[in-house]
């Protein structure tokens, strides 16, 4: 395939094992080089109308005679084909199937009227409209947003949602240039992942304006990215092609925030080559974003809980950053191959980020500067995956941990978590290892993106390619870089590290950080033991240090508790006397601290404290990213002292959150009413200088809180996506920053720690985080990983947050295994039962649990990747939530029940735009009846499909 991105023959595609199993289309046969865009966006209807016209171009000898396009979820209305209307008045729709197919939609076939010979070219277009199903399109009421003056429409793509966009080629192996006009009402500002191609046209009556764009490098389907909403713009550092764009009331503290990015698209470009993207612009999207980022060309979406005041989270965006050549200009042939987007990605952002580092002056990098931050961010990311693959087999879901996946029939969100992340750094790092001199690994480096710019690669590419660059030249002796030769087919032991499940094949391996892991774990040990005292200990030091600091000690808290102990008041309020985190802007920052003050019980007011809960109900009504909402509401749900105001709190939000945040939200009210909360204060306190407050005594129950765990997890990763893990953990969704990713996403470095993941959620994670991420993704984030996360939320995972996040995890928390054994019976409820009715409603709620449970971690990527019902599947919910409000009335019997009046009045209402396939649940505070509802729904679906 040429460098320029030129189409190559089907033959030597199938050559190159790119036949991507995604995608319904025709691609090998037929492919689209070219796509014009006319789009309409309608806030009221909450849809998106459209007509793309096409350009394909045979590469096959056998001579194709229509054009086959992915769609999902897409009302088509008109087609022509060289001229010739095929479908519309009177004319039937040419889908193969009658209805969409979950995960991967319908095909859209249109008849060319002759055959195509190679080298031949079509030009085809369709007219269409989005549907409130169309998990790609999310819109915000005004509400929503940061100023609360005007909706907002953003789309979310990674991995397979473009086809509920646009009918197009949805696969990565399949990348085309773009213009576009998008129709938005006068006074909102269209933006898409392109650049600007003419000055905006207002309409004759002055109600619409139209807004231009042109993508002249070619992209794949899944980073076509549209936004609109009432935007303000700012440049970054002076720079002319880079800028900020954001609601009004956060623009200037948005361009301060990110004002490093030129340095860090200057450092990418010194070691992956020239940016050809034209612009790079960031556009900080409303506070109810789920996941972290996502790294759609020349406009790289980011949360605003990036915006520290001190621009220690800013690095976040390295990773969307790098980016620009991993993944956006060398692209992964298809999903399996996804680790070639991240693997390389995770390396770049860490030599990015250490030379940054290295030669700024500004103190938010503390004493993690250089190759300390290198070696920092890589051990915490060792750890991550780790974590990740031991959750894995747990679950019994072992084949994800597999760097390059098979996955035929499969939903590419539900294989997204951090391994693609972690596990492909840590084969990049391999090749530097072996390699041994950093400027010669950088100059291979440099050389992978120079040879692939434009085009898809697979695995075996990069393993070629590495061979090639280190082998000797014929005639001299000398490789191509003019050094020693490398034998690198026997260097590396490629097959194992492709096929095999598990860690990495060189894991363990040493990381000389300075000790800065071991000077955080140190201090975490003894305040968590309550000895710490001194307040200049944190002097000087970095967010990332802070971050691993809380994680360790919410990790302490976590085993404490299985102990029948917790961490003391007292020693809570000292260290935040000592170390200010409760003043803390840093996002990432407040949310551990108020996990760990949740530990400890530090709640509702005390002698020691006015408590966390207002702080908490703060927090949750500002920001609506998976990877911290659903934590919080977690915890908040299974402690006596707050359980009452989270589930006010939840009904209070759901309109406020995003649909897919709501859904996972509402999911695990569900879950956790039916559960026996914990009274914290009753838990014996560790370390009090003075006996804290006397309480009862404890429950049995063991609150599996928290683990904010991960260090250097990827926002991609979190939330990844966004967007991204494939199914949540109750540890990933306590938001160890993770897994991706989301977007990616997926969920981008908790310093970033992404998400979903990324880490979604995933940093990414964001996992995220995707990814990302959403990582949407995300929930689909498969993990919205951590991703759910987060992954965070994204991560997908039920995503993943999606999806989404950012999305972002694969394995099930202790509490979560424990409420598994637990759901067949009713729990202590069912032996005070009187009747025979009594105890059957009480056993089916407890069942009721088992099944929510097992939905929640099986189907979390799929929820963070912003999957919708179809309207059966709705209709078949429906019926499962009166089953279950007719069997299960009262709390006793699984706190799922309610009446049958109040379901009718909960059906009665009318619901629109993107989640009207879900959220009968999210209405009239109704919350835990319908989340019940519809993820026993979800239980069963994958019980059928198993």
């Known amino acids: 395939m040429a460098s320029d991105g030129a189409p190559a023959s089907a033959a030597a595609l199938r050559a190159r094992n790119l036949d991507c199993p995604s995608t319904l289309s025709n691609f090998l046969d037929l492919v689209v080089t070219n796509m014009h865009l006319d789009l309409a966006v309608d806030f009221e209807a909450e849809v998106i109308e459209g007509t793309v016209k096409y ?28 001229g010739a209307v095929i479908v519309g008045e009177g004319i039937p729709i040419l889908f193969k199937g009658s209805e969409d197919t979950a995960p991967f939609g319908r095909a859209l076939h249109i008849p060319l009227g002759t055959s195509i010979a190679e080298g031949e070219s079509v ?32 789309t979310q793509c990674q991995a397979i949602h473009a086809r509920s966009l646009l009918p197009c080629q949805d696969t990565p192996g399949v990348k085309c240039t773009f213009t576009s006009s998008v129709r938005v009402p006068t006074g909102i500002t269209a933006l898409m992942s392109a650049l600007p191609d003419a000055d905006p046209v207002v309409s004759e009556d002055g109600a619409f304006t139209t807004f231009s764009f042109k993508q002249p490098v070619p992209v794949p389907s899944y980073l076509i990215a549209v936004a609109a909403g009432l935007l303000a713009q700012r440049p970054l550092a002076g720079e002319e092609t880079m800028s900020v764009w ?28 020239p940016y050809e993207w034209g612009r790079y612009d960031l556009l900080v999207l409303p506070p109810t974003f789920p996941y972290g980022g996502m790294e759609n060309p020349c406009l790289t979406f980011v949360t605003p809980t990036l915006l520290a005041g001190d621009r220690s989270l800013a690095d976040v965006v390295a990773h969307e950053i790098c980016h620009s050549w991993a993944g956006n200009l060398v692209t992964c042939a298809t999903w399996e191959h996804f680790w070639l987007n991240e693997g390389a990605t995770m390396m770049a952002q860490r030599l990015i980020v250490a030379a940054v580092s290295e030669a700024s002056s500004s103190p938010h990098w503390g004493a993690v500067r250089g190759e300390t931050n290198f070696q920092f961010d890589a051990a915490g990311g060792e750890e991550v995956l780790n974590r990740a693959v031991d959750d894995f087999v747990d679950r019994g879901q072992s084949p994800f941990t597999v760097l390059v996946p098979a996955l035929d029939g499969v939903d590419p969100d539900d294989s997204f978590s951090s391994v693609p992340y972690e596990k492909g750094f840590l084969l990049f790092d391999t090749i530097r290892r072996v390699v041994g001199d950093r400027a010669r690994f950088l100059g291979w480096f440099k050389s992978w993106f120079a040879t692939f710019r434009r085009r898809c690669a697979t695995s075996e590419d990069l393993k070629l390619h590495v061979i090639d660059h280190f082998a000797a030249a014929e005639g001299s002796g000398l490789a191509s870089d003019g050094a020693a030769p490398i034998d690198m087919a026997s260097a590396i032991a490629w097959d194992d590290w492709f096929a095999l499940e598990g860690r990495a094949v060189t894991s363990p391996l040493e990381w000389d950080d300075a000790g800065i892991r071991t000077g955080c774990s140190s201090l975490a040990a003894a305040w968590a033991a309550g000895v710490g005292s001194d307040s200049s200990a944190m002097d000087g030091w970095s967010a990332g240090q802070k971050i691993r600091f809380l994680d360790e000690v919410v990790r302490t808290a976590k085993t404490m508790r299985s102990e029948g102990k917790r961490i003391a008041l007292s020693t809570v309020s ?58 919080l509401f977690q915890r908040l749900l299974r402690d006596t002292g707050s359980r009452a105001a989270a589930v006010e709190l939840a009904a209070e939000l759901a309109s406020f959150y995003h649909p897919i945040c709501s859904k996972v939200v509402a999911g695990d009210v569900a879950l956790e009413t039916g559960r026996e909360a914990t009274d914290s204060l009753a838990l014996e306190p560790v370390g009090a200088a003075t006996a804290d407050a006397e309480a009862p005594a404890a429950t049995e129950e063991e609150d599996d809180d928290a683990d904010a765990e991960a260090p250097a997890a990827t926002e991609e990763e979190d939330d ?227």
């Open 55 to 82: 350009t394909a171009e045979a590469r096959s000898p056998s001579e194709p005679s229509e054009l086959v396009l992915d769609t999902r979820h897409l009302e088509v209305i008109r087609v022509e084909a060289n």
């Open 123 to 154: 030009e085809c277009s369709v007219t269409y409209r989005t549907t409130s199903q169309s998990s790609a399109v999310q819109f915000l009421k005004a509400e929503q947003t940061a100023d609360k003056e005007a909706p907002f429409l953003f």
């Open 246 to 273: 954001a609601e009004p009331s956060i623009v200037d503290a948005s361009a301060h925030e990110f004002a490093e990015t030129p340095a860090f698209v200057r450092a990418a470009e010194s070691i992956m080559g």
């Open 574 to 631: 000292r260290m935040d006397a000592a170390f200010g985190f409760g003043a803390s802007k840093n996002c990432e920052i407040a949310f551990r601290w108020l996990c760990l003050r949740i530990a400890a019980g530090d709640i509702l007011p005390s002698e020691h404290s006015a408590g966390c809960l207002e702080d908490a109900k703060q927090f949750l009504r500002t920001y609506g990213r998976m990877k911290y909402v659903r934590p």
């Open 720 to 946: 990844d996506a966004d967007a991204e893990a494939p199914a949540a953990t109750e540890e990933d969704d306590d938001a160890d920053a993770e897994a991706p990713a989301a977007t990616e996403e997926d969920d981008d470095a908790d310093a970033e720690a992404p998400a979903a993941t990324e880490e979604d959620d995933d940093a990414d994670a964001e996992a995220p985080a995707a990814t990302e991420e959403d990582d949407d993704a995300d929930a689909e984030a498969p993990a919205a990983t951590e991703e759910d996360d987060d992954a965070d939320a994204e991560a997908p995972a039920a995503t993943e947050e999606d999806d989404d996040a950012d999305a972002e995890a694969p394995a099930a928390t202790e509490e979560d295994d424990d409420a598994d054994a637990e759901a067949p019976s009713a729990g202590p409820a069912l032996g005070a039962s009187k009747t025979a009715g009594a105890a059957a409603a009480a056993s089916t709620a407890g069942q009721t649990r088992g099944a929510l449970t097992a939905a929640l971690r099986r189907d979390q990527a799929k929820i963070e990747a912003k999957s919708a019902l179809s309207p059966d599947e709705q209709r078949e919910a429906e019926a499962l939530a009166k089953e279950l409000a007719s069997s299960a009335d009262s709390p006793a019997a699984g706190g799922a029940g309610a009446s049958a009046s109040l379901w009718s009045g909960i059906m009665s209402k009318e619901i629109s735009g993107p989640a009207a396939g879900w959220v009968p649940m999210l209405l009239a505070g109704s919350v835990v009846l319908c989340g019940a509802a519809l993820v026993v729904f979800a239980a069963r679906r994958i019980s059928s499909s198993d």
